[in-house]
């Protein structure tokens, strides 16, 4: 029954949205994976979208599949640039991965109006100003 499986509960992984400047100083906005654990993750999997209200009408956005492979211990990577037309909608982020033969999954949601200065934090191995979800 379903109600008999008990899924693993992910600890010490971490989606950020982080404000950059590119090559030419334009602000640019990327979304990372941290692996804050001291073990790598392995066969990882991330699905983005958004979705929500706009303009009184129901807004979905593209889903994006990613496949970052490995993510080693106390390291990250990028999952994707993101566009500040989108962060008044809910920015889902879902993540897959594998530790071992355990396969762990763990849903981070950026709500609406929540990807701004007032909330941003230094990020953890990336050292630069963002907003994460742990």
Not at 52 to 65: A, F, M, P, Q, W
Not at 67 to 79: G, P, S, T, W
């Amino acid at each position: 029954m379903k109600k008999d499986i008990i899924p693993p509960i992910v600890e010490n992984i971490a989606v950020a949205v982080v404000k950059e400047e590119n090559e030419l100083n334009e602000t640019e906005w990327n979304v990372y994976l941290l692996n804050l654990k001291q073990e790598n993750i392995e066969g990882v999997l991330v699905t983005s979208k958004g979705y929500g209200i706009y303009n009184n009408e129901d807004v979905k956005t593209s889903i994006l599949r990613h496949f970052l492979d490995v993510v080693k211990a106390n390291e990250y990577k990028k999952i994707e640039p993101i566009v500040e037309n989108v962060f008044g909608l809910n920015n889902e982020f879902w993540v897959s991965f594998f530790i071992g033969n355990v396969m762990y999954d763990k849903k981070y949601i950026f709500l609406p109006e929540t990807i701004k200065d007032e909330n941003f934090m230094l990020i953890p191995l990336i050292s630069k100003k963002g907003v994460m979800i742990i």
